[in-house]
């Protein structure tokens, strides 16, 4: 089981919603995200994750099972303002970190997955309370 990330910011209004991407040294553009460690629950996973690959620090606010095969997406708001610059990662597999407004080219996955992702109404999601 794999969690990923939708990461949106508090702040985020003014600036078009953006979300969270990272850029993988092999595979492109993605959501943050990756394993789920032993007896770890989804939204630990995803917070955790969320910091590893770009420093960021969030809660988690709900979940969705149905939107990738094989995984979970969490939904995570941080309060940092988002800016256009790209910044750097401590893991060692992410060329970058950035707040994208549009789906970038050299994209890991469907440009599909990640518009169903973006639209998904997560009003109708299983909430969190971390």
């Known amino acids: 089981m ?45 917070l955790r994750e969320l910091y590893e690959e770009t420093g960021l620090l969030g809660t988690a606010i709900s979940y969705e099972e149905d939107l990738v095969d094989g995984g979970v997406v969490v939904l995570i708001e941080v309060n940092d303002v988002p800016f256009p610059e790209p910044w750097g990662s401590n893991d060692g597999s992410i060329e970058e970190v950035g707040w994208c407004v549009e789906v970038p080219s050299r994209l890991s996955w469907d440009e599909g997955e990640i518009i169903k992702i973006k639209n998904h109404d997560w009003n109708s999601s299983k909430r969190l309370g971390s």
């Open 2 to 46: 794999f969690v990923l990330c939708w990461t949106y910011s508090s702040k985020g209004e003014e600036s078009g919603n953006p979300w969270i991407m990272v850029l993988h040294k092999e595979r492109g553009w993605e959501l943050p995200g990756g394993e789920v460690h032993d007896e770890e629950e989804w939204d630990v996973a995803a």
